[in-house]
């Protein structure tokens, strides 16, 4: 940017300096036609006259097109952070709502987990009462059969090798 300024200064310059160098060719009177009429003016003054007015109307043009650029990207910049807040809030209500459920299955694991582990005491305490209720029986039967009671060993029963 600041390249592009100091050229356009030295290009103002160095018409300036032209035309100061040859001012006596730019004020000398010339016969001129417009077509249809003539009249006489300095061709030089017309000339330069030209080219300051193409210059401003061409600096006013870029201002004017800057101008609405810099507003252009205002908006478009506001309407990005709009954006970014609307995905924002989006997102944080997902994270809520991922929350919400989440809580919820873990309630609903621990529910179950508990019922399940209420179904396997349930099982063993019947388990249990029926071993004992079998081992009774075993018991009595071995009983009546012998005619009265033998003292178990504790001992572990070891298989023979054949």
Excluded: C
């Excluded at 007015?53 to 252009?72: H, K, P, R």
């Excluded at 995905?87 to 609903?108: G, K, N, P, W, Y």
């Amino acid at each position: 940017m600041r390249a592009r300024t100091l050229l356009l200064i030295l290009a103002i310059g160095l018409i300036a300096a032209f035309a100061a160098i040859n001012w006596v060719a730019f004020t000398t009177p010339t016969v001129l036609s417009l077509g249809l009429t003539t009249f006489e003016a300095p061709l030089g003054l017309i000339m330069l006259g030209l080219t300051v007015v193409t210059t401003l109307a061409f600096a006013g043009y870029m201002a004017v097109w800057q101008g609405s650029i810099l507003l252009e990207t205002r908006r478009h910049a506001k309407d990005l952070q709009a954006q970014r807040d609307l995905a924002d809030r989006a997102e944080d209500s997902r994270f809520t709502e991922l929350r919400s459920v989440m809580q919820a299955e873990l309630v609903e694991l621990a529910a179950r987990i508990a019922a399940t582990q209420e179904g396997l005491r349930t099982e063993l305490r019947d388990s249990t009462n029926s071993l004992a209720a079998m081992f009774g029986e075993m018991d009595d039967r071995r009983t009546s059969v012998q005619g009265k009671p033998q003292v178990v060993s504790n001992a572990p029963v070891v298989a023979k090798a054949s």
